[in-house]
Nanobody, 125 residues
Framework: QVQLVESGGGLVQAGGSLRLSCAAS????????MGWFRQAPGKEREFVAT????????YYADSVKGRFTISRDNAKNTVYLQMNSLKPEDTAVYYC??????????????????WGQGTQVTVSS
């Protein structure tokens, strides 16, 4: 089992940057593909980005491509989401998630096995 704890959220002006971190417990972090999702009030939880177990390949939602970067440090059991050029529409609770069994770039929330508690990101205009 994996426990995930996100941090790094906050309030930022449009055009600014934030870096989210997700620390995982356990000794098998490198066996999980990792993903970031977000959920705005009244909306479905949506895919943001995913990274393979080795960190060698990533995939992004079109809405964040070119602005967000997902990375991981398997020695530190941590996955990151660097968010640049933030927009008000990026405002949401951001969740990290771990997937043990799915294929190359899992993008459905139902493919992920473990979730963090979320961290709020608010972008003011």
């Amino acid at each position: 089992q994996v426990q995930l704890v996100e941090s790094g959220g906050g309030l930022v002006q449009a055009g600014g940057s934030l870096r989210l971190s997700c620390a995982a417990s356990g000794r098998t972090f490198s066996s999980y593909a990792m993903g970031w999702f977000r959920q705005a009030p009244g909306k479905e939880r949506e895919f943001v980005a995913t990274i393979t177990r080795s960190g060698g390949s990533t995939y992004y939602a079109d809405s964040v491509k070119g602005r967000f970067t997902i990375s991981r440090d398997n020695a530190k059991n941590t996955v990151y989401l660097q968010m640049n050029s933030l927009k008000p529409e990026d405002t949401a609770v951001y969740y990290c998630a771990a997937d043990k069994y799915s294929g190359l770039h899992p993008r459905s929330r139902y493919e992920y096995d473990y979730w963090g508690q979320g961290t709020q990101v608010t972008v003011s205009s």
